[in-house]
């Protein structure tokens, strides 16, 4: 430790640069780390808050669960058998405010369950994000599609679905906007799959990965974090092999004195684990900070648990990184080094 700590003071700049590289990576990783995980909550915020379950789509659809009809028969004889399952349907449309204005929502109704909400004909919950755009508990809104009028009777919080805003209708107002009665989906929560014939069983995160939206947008943007994390582990790599490279005369003194080869490895991965904590402490407070002046508009959730296991990522990666970088220290011969250095 002692050894490791008096060479980063006698190459302060050398470090500075390593550390701040390290310092822009993270930063960056946990920003589009942010991104990602508030871009899914925008996207399929009223699948996430589900807990662990199993929804049921129709076998033919293949998958779409806008293809999805699940015969009332069928509906009941699940339901009869899963006494907390829940039958549900989600289209997307519109809702004209009272300034006639068209705000793009996705209608959800669903059987009488404590899971998801449930209202009066006539009356529609929306996700809070419509408070922005001026609509309020008591305003009337329309859609061509109805015959009646929406009484807006509250607000949810984080409801979202395909990035459009969650409004809970009743069944007779969504059978009269879609002319259906067939829900698209049952859920049944706190269960393991079950075989029950025209049905396709779906665990939570494989209903995610069918929203074509979803799966794309996260596949992309987690290429780009673990890109980021292995590009991390090659800067370390890199960077110390120049170093070993430029202190081969010193390490040859060292092992000639008696020092053994562990204690050198020692410390390179004390530095490594200095420079890295110093960086990922700095980046996390500046992540934060960024959650808090954020856009409001902009979907960013940077959990405590996703950033400590980006930052164990990062301090693995160093490692393995300076391990690599190391190896050539083995094969160092105190002479041979010496008269090398000397040279």
């Given at each position: 430790m002692?050894?490791a700590?008096?060479e980063?003071?006698?190459?302060?700049?050398?470090?500075?640069?390593?550390g701040?590289?390290?310092?822009?990576?993270?930063?960056?990783?946990?920003?589009?780390?942010?991104?990602?995980?508030?871009?899914?909550q925008?996207?399929?915020?009223?699948?996430?808050?589900?807990p662990?379950g199993?929804i049921?789509?129709a076998?033919?659809?293949e998958?779409?669960f806008?293809l999805?009809?699940?015969?009332?028969?069928?509906?009941?004889?699940?339901?009869?058998?899963?006494?907390?399952?829940?039958?549900?349907?989600?289209q997307m449309?519109?809702?004209?405010?009272?300034?006639?204005?068209?705000?793009?929502?996705?209608?959800?109704?669903?059987?009488?369950?404590?899971l998801?909400?449930?209202?009066?004909?006539g009356?529609?919950?929306l996700d809070s994000?419509l408070?922005?755009?001026?609509?309020?508990?008591?305003d009337t809104?329309?859609?061509?599609?109805?015959?009646?009028?929406?009484?807006?009777?509250?607000?949810?919080?984080?409801?979202?679905y395909?990035?459009?805003?969650v409004?809970?209708?009743?069944?007779e107002?969504?059978?009269?906007?879609?002319?259906?009665k067939?829900?698209?989906?049952?859920?049944?929560?706190?269960?393991?799959?079950?075989?029950?014939?025209?049905l396709?069983?779906?665990?939570?995160?494989e209903?995610?990965?069918?929203?074509?939206?979803?799966?794309?947008?996260?596949?992309s943007?987690?290429?780009?974090?673990?890109?980021?994390?292995?590009?991390?582990?090659?800067?370390?790599?890199?960077?110390?092999?120049?170093?070993?490279?430029?202190?081969?005369?010193?390490?040859?003194?060292?092992?000639?004195?008696?020092?053994?080869?562990?204690?050198?490895?020692?410390?390179?991965w004390?530095?490594?684990?200095?420079?890295?904590?110093?960086?990922?402490?700095?980046?996390?407070?500046?992540?934060q900070?960024?959650?808090?002046?954020a856009?409001?508009?902009?979907?960013?959730?940077?959990?405590?648990?996703?950033?400590?296991?980006?930052?164990?990522?990062?301090?693995?990666?160093?490692f393995i990184?300076?391990?690599?970088?190391?190896?050539?220290?083995?094969?160092?011969e105190?002479?041979q080094?010496?008269?090398?250095?000397?040279?």
């Amino acid at each position: 430790m002692n050894l490791a700590w008096k060479e980063i003071k006698k190459n302060k700049v050398r470090f500075l640069i390593l550390g701040s590289i390290i310092f822009l990576v993270s930063f960056l990783t946990f920003i589009i780390s942010g991104l990602a995980n508030g871009l899914s909550q925008d996207n399929a915020a009223l699948i996430k808050d589900l807990p662990k379950g199993q929804i049921y789509m129709a076998e033919d659809a293949e998958g779409a669960f806008n293809l999805s009809r699940i015969d009332s028969d069928l509906q009941q004889e699940v339901m009869g058998k899963e006494k907390e399952a829940v039958a549900f349907s989600i289209q997307m449309g519109f809702l004209n405010d009272q300034d006639d204005k068209q705000q793009s929502v996705a209608f959800v109704t669903s059987t009488e369950s404590r899971l998801f909400q449930n209202v009066h004909q006539g009356e529609v919950l929306l996700d809070s994000s419509l408070q922005d755009k001026g609509i309020k508990v008591g305003d009337t809104l329309k859609n061509n599609q109805y015959n009646g009028e929406f009484i807006v009777k509250g607000f949810v919080e984080q409801k979202k679905y395909s990035h459009a805003p969650v409004a809970y209708i009743s069944e007779e107002a969504y059978h009269e906007m879609y002319r259906v009665k067939d829900k698209q989906l049952i859920y049944v929560p706190n269960s393991e799959p079950k075989e029950f014939k025209g049905l396709q069983a779906y665990n939570n995160k494989e209903f995610l990965n069918t929203i074509p939206s979803y799966s794309a947008e996260q596949l992309s943007l987690n290429m780009i974090i673990w890109f980021l994390v292995v590009i991390s582990g090659m800067l370390f790599a890199i960077f110390f092999y120049m170093m070993n490279v430029q202190k081969i005369g010193l390490y040859g003194i060292l092992k000639a004195i008696g020092l053994k080869t562990s204690k050198l490895f020692k410390m390179i991965w004390t530095q490594m684990a200095i420079i890295t904590m110093i960086s990922l402490v700095i980046s996390i407070s500046l992540s934060q900070l960024f959650h808090v002046v954020a856009p409001k508009g902009m979907p960013f959730t940077l959990a405590i648990g996703t950033t400590t296991q980006l930052s164990i990522v990062f301090l693995i990666i160093g490692f393995i990184g300076a391990t690599l970088s190391g190896l050539q220290i083995k094969k160092i011969e105190p002479l041979q080094a010496i008269q090398q250095g000397e040279g």
